[in-house]
């Protein structure tokens, strides 16, 4: 069993809903991120999302965007990125999910990708724009490295790619709430409801929902019907305003424990 399966085994037996924070790697710079996994991991995170800086985040808002170039002109990529999550996991063991495009992980080399994410304590990767159709060699290159593939659905799947990616996918289903791209809103989409529950109906795997998730009461609603609450331009929102300010790492962490509270 993975450490992302043991996260939601044990959630499972609390009763309670799951808090996944997502930051972008290297804003504002990698040391600080360093710090704030560590601070989101003491603010109860049960599994953090680290988001790899891409010069074309198509699947990100405006907020995400931002954090991505932040990070990029500090010189951010993919091996500074593994070697921050290596030193956070030598002084805590929360399951961390790279979330990724697949343009800087093909470029790595995607075998020299894996040995090293896994050496270096990652659990899971997310690509965001690698199709299930696709990723026929991608997942038991994943597997054999004890990485979970974690795949994106959204309320346009059709049940066929929706059978496929449960076949493929291990560790959790990461539920986009609404199509379009990252951000917060002011409401849920009410077709988020819906879709974890045609997810539910082919796998057994633990529903994550996130895009747009921002604030306690909408963490809330979530946790009603889904296992998971995802939350990043919020959290990524509060890293931006911050900036210059000498207690960022704890004010972040303020606000990530008050979106479970």
């Not at 953090?48 to 500090?74: C, K, N, T």
Request: charged letters at 20%; hydrophobic letters at 45%; glycine letters at 8%.
């Amino acid at each position: 069993m993975s450490r992302i399966s043991e996260v939601f085994a044990k959630l499972k037996s609390k009763r309670r809903g799951g808090f996944v924070p997502f930051i972008t790697a290297g804003d504002p710079d990698l040391s600080v991120t360093e710090e704030l996994l560590g601070e989101l991991a003491e603010a109860g995170a049960d599994i953090i999302e680290v988001g790899v800086p891409f010069s074309d985040p198509v699947a990100d808002g405006p907020v995400i965007q931002r954090a991505s170039e932040r990070a990029l002109a500090r010189g951010t990529n993919l091996k500074s990125v593994l070697e921050c999550i290596a030193a956070v996991k030598r002084r805590t063991d929360i399951p961390i999910v790279l979330f990724s495009y697949y343009n800087p992980l093909l470029q790595f080399g995607l075998e020299q990708l894996a040995t090293a994410a896994s050496l270096a304590g990652v659990d899971a990767i997310l690509v965001t724009d690698l199709i299930t159709e696709e990723a026929g060699t991608w997942t038991p290159l994943l597997a054999a490295n004890n990485l979970d593939p974690i795949f994106l659905v959204a309320p346009t799947t059709s049940e066929d790619r929706l059978k496929l990616i449960a076949h493929q996918a291990l560790g959790f289903v990461y539920a986009v709430s609404r199509t379009g791209v990252t951000g917060a809103r002011e409401n849920i989409n009410e077709n988020a409801e819906s879709l974890v529950r045609r997810i539910r109906a082919v796998t057994p795997l633990p529903v994550a929902v996130g895009f747009g998730v921002s604030t306690p009461a909408q963490v809330r609603e979530v946790w009603r019907y889904a296992d998971a609450a995802v939350v990043g331009s919020a959290i990524v929102s509060e890293i931006e305003r911050l900036s210059g300010d000498r207690d960022l790492v704890p004010k972040v962490g303020q606000f990530a424990r008050s979106l479970t509270q």
